[in-house]
């Protein structure tokens, strides 16, 4: 196995430590604004997971959106490459830092205040609610569905230098406007000049594309990421 591709546990978890005590104070400021953001919300804060989501998706991939920062300034390049681990694990602390673990620190911060929504307005107006329930189904499928997005904007974060996710969302969009014309082209030629077979040929495509999305997209998007991070080793 290359040196660039060992991956040692120990290492890795003092390379995630030493990226939170860098990270700290934008960690802090933060949970800071998740807490306000939630304080200034017109809808209770309990069983109610919709503003988590709203916190997990806007934060999350804004977050993940300056993961590799320190790779494009040239200043800061050398040490985030000198750093003694592998290549590898350099990938998976940004990969856990801004997937796993801030929908972790999130759900915490918001699972802590909603118990306290419920002593509150318990004690204020004497209503009885709940707190949110963190073995809800929706609630882990949900934060799946982030892990897999998350993907595309950890790959854009380290091939754009700035406005990753405004670029991001275009290269997207651009790809879904190709992929639904050549959907489309494709059908044409096959049922011509019959097009009745043409809808269930484009629902079947969209139906593959759909697979692909979810099941194969987070593994490529990693897998290229972790290949960019190599590339700028070799520079």
Known sequence: MNAHDTLNLKRLSHLIINDLRLQAKTILIAAAAIIIFIMLMPFRVTDDSSAYFNILYVGGFIFTSV??????????????????????????????????????????????????????????????????????????????????????????????????????????????????????????????????????SIQATLRGGHFIFWVMLAPLCWYITYLRITLYELI
Not at 67 to 73: K, P, Q, T, Y
Not at 145 to 150: G, K, N, T, V, W
Not at 164 to 193: D, E, M, N, Q, R
Request: aromatic share 18%.
């Open 67 to 200: 993961a590799f920062s320190d790779l494009h300034n040239r200043s800061k390049a050398h040490l985030f490459l000198m750093l003694p681990c592998s290549n590898l694990e350099r990938f998976l602390s940004k990969w856990f830092l801004t997937s796993v673990g801030f929908a972790m620190g999130a759900l915490i911060i918001y699972y802590i205040l909603s118990v306290i929504g419920v002593a509150f307005y318990l004690v204020m107006f004497k209503w009885h609610v709940n707190a949110l329930n963190i073995f809800d189904p929706d609630l882990w499928n949900g934060i799946v569905q982030y892990i897999i997005l998350q993907s595309i904007i950890l790959l854009g974060a380290i091939i754009f230098k700035k406005q990753v996710l405004i670029k991001t969302a275009l290269v997207i969009s651009c790809f879904f406007l190709v992929l639904g014309l050549f959907s489309l082209l494709i059908a044409s030629i096959v049922f011509y000049p019959d097009y009745s077979q043409s809808e269930f």
